[in-house]
């Protein structure tokens, strides 16, 4: 079976990175050695009901000599980790990927360890949309993974967690990995909120060289919105 950030100290480290305002004030936010950059939310004083978001991720490095994982993923700091992510192995034959290609699966971290749905194969240039999305009775969490352009179907996982309040991106490299060559691109994220939060974009992080544009709200803070998200290569 493959794994990827399964034990609970990597659970950690990645929950400490992509929500960094759980565990310190921005100004000490430091870029670690196995990060690359990042855009995080969070906490809202609300709910997560629904994100959604297209990342564009690159060509993957030439050769691959640890774990590489791209993602967007969403918590409440210490509950369930959703967490659909792109995934560099030394050899990703796996999902059917090549060299330069990139694998994709639906993923859930929690007490249970890991969870996954079927892969897909991303290439350097594809919109890869991922919309997470809460079952109206509030139990039910859904990942959807599709090609934005082409409507096909990547992956998809559903599982029951609990509440999400916080959205972050991750570039995480594990047992030395080969690091990012390519800006990371997200369009168009959209994170919806239970009940309006005024102050949900005041909550906004970026580590690790990161940048985005055109944060936005509408329905008194209720939907909130990133034009653009772009995360520069590790190696340059
Ligand atoms: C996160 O959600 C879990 C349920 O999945 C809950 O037990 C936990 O208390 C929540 N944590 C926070 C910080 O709200």
């Given at each position: 079976?493959?794994?990827?950030?399964?034990?609970?100290?990597?659970?950690?480290?990645?929950l400490?990175?992509?929500?960094?305002n759980?565990?310190?004030?921005?100004?000490?936010?430091?870029?670690?050695?196995?990060?690359?950059?990042?855009?995080?939310?969070?906490?809202?004083?609300?709910?997560i009901?629904?994100?959604?978001?297209?990342?564009?991720?690159?060509?993957?490095?030439?050769?691959?000599?640890?774990?590489?994982?791209?993602?967007?993923?969403?918590?409440n700091?210490?509950?369930?980790?959703?967490?659909?992510?792109?995934?560099?192995?030394?050899d990703?034959?796996?999902?059917?990927?090549?060299?330069?290609?990139?694998?994709?699966?639906?993923?859930?971290?929690?007490?249970?360890?890991?969870?996954?749905?079927?892969?897909?194969?991303?290439?350097?240039?594809?919109?890869?949309?991922?919309?997470?999305?809460?079952?109206?009775?509030?139990?039910?969490?859904?990942?959807?993974?599709?090609?934005?352009?082409?409507?096909?179907?990547?992956?998809?996982?559903?599982?029951?967690?609990?509440?999400?309040?916080?959205?972050?991106?991750g570039?995480?490299?594990?047992?030395?990995?080969?690091?990012?060559?390519s800006?990371?691109?997200?369009?168009?994220?959209?994170?919806?909120?239970?009940?309006?939060?005024?102050?949900?974009?005041?909550?906004?992080?970026?580590?690790?060289?990161?940048?985005?544009?055109?944060?936005?709200?509408?329905?008194?803070?209720?939907?909130?919105?990133?034009?653009?998200?772009?995360?520069?290569?590790?190696?340059?």
């Amino acid at each position: 079976m493959l794994l990827k950030a399964s034990t609970l100290t990597l659970l950690l480290a990645t929950l400490s990175t992509a929500f960094p305002n759980h565990f310190s004030s921005p100004s000490k936010t430091k870029r670690e050695d196995t990060w690359g950059g990042s855009v995080s939310l969070g906490s809202t004083k609300s709910r997560i009901i629904k994100s959604e978001t297209t990342i564009i991720p690159g060509l993957p490095p030439s050769k691959q000599n640890g774990m590489l994982f791209l993602w967007p993923g969403m918590s409440n700091g210490t509950g369930d980790l959703i967490q659909t992510t792109l995934e560099q192995w030394p050899d990703n034959s796996w999902c059917g990927a090549s060299k330069t290609q990139w694998c994709v699966r639906a993923s859930l971290f929690g007490s249970f360890g890991q969870l996954d749905g079927p892969a897909g194969v991303v290439s350097a240039n594809d919109q890869v949309k991922i919309v997470y999305t809460r079952s109206a009775n509030g139990k039910t969490w859904t990942q959807d993974v599709t090609n934005a352009q082409t409507g096909k179907q990547l992956s998809t996982f559903s599982h029951d967690s609990g509440h999400m309040t916080g959205w972050g991106t991750g570039t995480e490299c594990n047992g030395g990995c080969s690091g990012t060559v390519s800006e990371q691109k997200y369009m168009n994220t959209i994170i919806t909120l239970e009940a309006a939060d005024p102050t949900f974009g005041n909550t906004i992080a970026k580590a690790g060289g990161a940048s985005y544009t055109g944060l936005s709200s509408s329905e008194g803070g209720k939907v909130w919105k990133i034009s653009s998200i772009s995360i520069p290569p590790m190696v340059k």
